[in-house]
């Protein structure tokens, strides 16, 4: 039966383990923000099938939340990354902005207004071995690095009577993606984090036509990352 | 973890300080009509947000990641790349005809090119030094961070605001940030400011009390361990 090469031993007894480091495959993780108060929310937190922290109901997480294995709170044993930056992306989970009306905008579009609140408000903390702290710098500096470049006609929403304003969290190109000045190091079984607060204690003013209303912020970490070759 | 040792081809291995990218930020607001000297990176989380013309306010952790004020700490160092900011309204920007154009936090596009035309920034190092390091009106520092916006025409508000203005300093984006041509470094414990002010006096026509947020984008040293 074939069998995948997964160590090499040399001719001194040193034993070489192979490795597959890959920057396709990159690793991330989603929190969803709601309006009112909250403490932390914790990306990487959890693993594939662990509940979201901040969904209305906590729901269990699918590939499109997270692709961490294990139960979370750590880089699996058999991998390790490197992290040239963080890239987060927003979107809105229910329907938005149905109360004041200023900008309706059909989800998962995030509205100019909720992002701004969101930027203006939210600090990412990057928190590797448990003891210190890598980032605590606000949303916005943290480009998203995706999202639709658009072009939109007239009147779009409401039978053609209102128009719509939406944002991304900055630019929405690969190109527009924020680089760490020196990378960062996170090994295999290190504690590693990225926490979502409020400066204010909550966003204020973020704004849903219902409870359930969140906006999924989803970060992505920039990087090669090791993986197990089998 | 950080990178704390490289390890050359010739076996040599190279002990590295904790060197991290890490910006340092920082908050001042003012009111519309009012005259602006205003020193950013002067306060801590807790301490009073430097203001002119509103009530005061206390910094919480969005307003700034300072650890002591108006200095670096005594363990740290930091090299500075570049400056940048985002501005957010603290009341919305009305026309004169009535029409709302900016809701709170959003900045018009008026707003900005007027703080553009009649504010500087001063970055200065050390003690009672006049000497900035660099300075410039606000035009010269773009925007690095903050939303790209995409809207449609028609009404906006339901009919009743039938207009929206945004504006940004450029898009949004890290290129987007003008870069000193030579890096600056400021020494453990050293003194350091981005003085905000407006030399001719309250911006003329400003229609918005404004938060303005600055970054120093650089590399901080601090205790490995």
Known sequence: ?230 | MAIRNLRLNNGETIELDEWLSWPLFSTVEFAKASRVKLPSFSYTVGQPVPRAGLAKRLADPSDTNMVIAKKINHDEAFVAFSITYEAFGLDNDVTTAGPTVAVAPLISANTLKRMQAFMTLSFKVGTRQSKPQAAAPLAWFAQGAGPVIAASSGTVGGGVNTSLSVGTAGRPSPRNQRRFPMPIFVQSDRKISVDVETPRGPIPRLGQDVRLRLYLDGIKRRPVA
């Not at chain 1, 009147?155 to 991304?168: M, P, R, W």
């Open chain 1, 1 to 230: 039966m074939a069998q995948q090469i997964t160590k090499v031993r040399q001719p001194d007894g040193t034993v070489l383990r192979l490795a597959d480091w890959t920057s396709s495959d990159p690793l991330y993780s989603t929190v969803e923000v709601a309006a009112g108060a909250f403490t932390v929310l914790q990306a990487f937190s959890y693993g594939l099938g662990g509940a979201v922290p901040g969904s209305a109901t906590a729901r269990n997480s699918d590939r499109l939340d997270t692709n961490l294995r294990g139960q979370g709170g750590k880089l699996p044993e058999d991998e390790a990354l490197m992290l040239h930056g963080l890239a987060i992306e927003a979107f809105t989970v229910g329907v938005q902005d149905g109360g004041a009306a200023y900008f309706p905008v059909d989800d998962p579009h995030v509205s100019v207004l909720n992002m701004v609140r969101l930027q203006r408000d939210v600090i990412v903390t990057t928190r590797i071995s448990a003891v210190k702290e890598y980032t605590r710098h606000p949303l916005s500096w943290f480009p998203a690095g995706s999202g639709v470049t658009e072009v939109n006609s007239l009147g779009l929403t409401d039978g053609g009577i209102n128009g719509f304003a939406v944002a991304n969290n900055g630019g929405d190109t690969p190109d527009d993606q924020r680089n760490f000045a020196s990378p960062l190091l996170v090994q295999g079984g290190d504690p590693f984090t990225v926490d979502f607060t409020a400066g204010p204690g909550q966003v204020t003013g973020l704004d849903f036509a219902d409870e359930a209303g969140r906006i999924a912020l989803r970060v992505t970490c920039n990087g090669p990352r090791k993986r197990p070759i089998a």
